[in-house]
């Protein structure tokens, strides 16, 4: 199971982090990545990171602005959004991978969290 949390109404350049407690089959999993929905849009790749050496990965759209992070000592997983803009504004979701490669795609994760809106104001 995924939990995600930490979402919440910002203004533009604010700040917020959000929270991914992994449980359950997705103790174990080594890959795990934050994805994003917009209303009438489909669901995009944010970033990924491999827990168990730290590498990430980030689409251009965050690059500079967003920071994945793990806490495997707690099955934890951050995103911390700094510079926040309108376009920003979405349902998160965390997921998590089978397997070892860094996914970009979603249809290469198997298990999600239950998302969590941010909505970034002007």
């Known amino acids: 199971q995924l939990q995600a949390s930490g979402g919440g109404l910002v203004q533009a350049g604010g700040s917020l982090r959000l929270s991914c407690a992994a449980s359950g089959r997705t103790f174990s999993t080594v890959v795990m990545g934050w994805f994003r929905q917009a209303p009438g849009k489909e669901r995009e790749f944010v970033s990924v990171?491999?827990?168990?050496?730290?590498?990430?990965y980030y689409a251009d759209s965050v690059k500079g602005r967003f920071t994945i992070s793990t806490d495997n000592a707690r099955n934890m997983v951050y995103l911390q959004m700094n510079s926040l803009k309108p376009e920003d504004t979405a349902v998160y979701y965390c997921a998590a991978k089978l397997g070892y490669g860094l996914g970009y795609e979603v249809d290469e994760y198997n298990y999600w969290g239950q998302g969590t809106l941010v909505t970034v104001s002007s």
């Open positions: 990171i491999k827990r168990s050496t730290g590498s990430t």
